[in-house]
Structure formats: C-alpha cells, structure tokens
C-alpha cells in the first residue's frame, strides 16, 4: 500500500510517500517512515496522531491513499494568542 505521512516543527516540516505492507498500522507506518530518529523529539505515547486531520489511534489499521500526520502539543492557549495579536 502507498500511505502519505506528515510532521513538522516549529522550523521544518516533513511530507513524504511510502510503501507499507498490508494491514499495516498508524504505529508501524510511522516507524517504517523514519520520522522517529529524523525527529527525535517525537513522543508517541503523549502526541496525537490521526488520517486526514481526525484523530486516531496507533493501532488503526492505514488504508491505501491514506496520510497519516503526527500532531505537535499545543503549547499555547489559542485564545489568549489572539488577544496579543488584537
């Protein structure tokens, strides 16, 4: 199968094509990817991870097509961002 997978930081961002094997998960997709030791700093057992923008678990099986993105925390509270921008 051919799954799209995503990260970035605050400084470069990363998006690249990749074969997996069937039945594959978003936890084995990721390691297959590289993405753990290019990013060091990824912590899967506190980051979020989802397809297409919807949150997911790391034992969901990828489909064919599908990207799977690796979510930053949010270290800010949006709300009070906005206010400093006003």
Known sequence: ??????YGDADRQTWMRIEVPGE????QT????GLLKQYPEIDL??????????IAK???VVQDG???EIYRPIIADP?????RKL
């Open 1 to 6: 199968m051919n799954v799209g997978i995503c």
């Open 24 to 27: 594959s998960t978003i936890e």
């Open 30 to 33: 990721i390691a297959l990817s």
């Open 45 to 54: 057992t506190v980051q979020k991870v989802g397809i297409f923008g919807k």
């Open 58 to 60: 790391l034992d969901t």
């Open 66 to 68: 599908d990207r799977v």
């Open 79 to 83: 709300k009070l961002v906005k206010r």
